[in-house]
């Protein structure tokens, strides 16, 4: 018996057991609220190959927006443009240079042509864009949020998108005359289609889940519009009103050739008659500037509408 506890192996307590090795969790998975404030943080390993290199995360972003650096594309192409007029690489016969045009400018605006041309102008795109995004956001509403509006509208605007606007014209003016009424309501019908196509796919688009949820509240028809319905539609209602700017633009120019006796349209046309470049690239320019300066002015509305996103776009 003495023999056999004798040779039983010995079993070193749990108190004498040598201690784990403690694991030191990565900087990552510490959360910032439990790091000890004044701590010196860790710099970051990341694996290159079979290297652990120490060192600051990669940057995927684009970067920090710069002010005013859309500009630089505009300056490139007036600087070019300039370069080729001053070497005599351009026919001034058939494209005027940059010091020609800011001549011809400065005569339009001093006689007083240019202003009267661009406030016509200015009136029926404005509008035209008016009626056009009112007309888009209602029948996007009620084409997303009832299947008996989608079922009636959805198909004839697909139909209407796929047909242009240059295609109407002697529809229109059939049925409104060649007055100013027949110039806005054709913007109007561009811009329409283009807001309500962003804005539908954006109403169709919210998740489901947030409409379970104010139905699980026991929100009203209009709580549910103010606090689902309108945040959710909002990205691609911007979407559409930046192409809807545009879509006015390029109505304005193919209507104001229509029996116009002003405007910046009416202005080009008539100088294609007498082949002044000049005045040709002026009204251009002012369709242009309206461009950039329209979707500028979205762009900012926008910035601050939809605020709680962070986007690449900063």
Known sequence: MTEALSRTPTVAPAAQAEPAAQVEPAPEAVPRAERAPGATPVPQKVMRGSTLVRGTRRRLGPGRAVPFARLLGPVLVVAVWWAASAGRYLDPRILSGPG?????????????????????????????????????????????????????????????????????????????????????????????????????????????????????????????????????????FFVGLRLGVTSSWLGLVVVEQVNASKGLGYMMFQAQQYAQSDVIIVGLVCYGIFGFVSDAVVRSVERRALSWRRTLAG
């Open 100 to 236: 020609a045009v800011a001549s011809t400018a400065v005569d339009l605006i001093r006689s007083g042509r240019l202003q009267d041309n661009m406030e016509i102008s200015l009136q029926r795109a404005g509008l035209g864009l008016l009626f056009g995004v009112l007309s888009g956001v209602l029948l996007a509403v009620a084409a997303g949020l009832s299947r008996v509006g989608e079922y009636l509208l959805d198909g004839t605007l697909q139909v209407k998108r796929a047909i242009p606007s240059l295609a109407l014209l002697p529809l229109m003016i059939l049925w409104l005359g060649i007055g100013e009424e027949m110039k806005v309501v054709v913007i109007a019908l561009g811009v329409a289609v283009v807001v309500y196509v962003n804005t539908y796919a954006s109403l169709t688009g919210i998740d489901s889940k947030y409409v379970e949820l104010a139905e699980s509240l026991d929100l009203g028809r209009w709580q549910f519009i103010r606090k689902v319905v309108v945040p959710g539609a909002l990205p691609g």
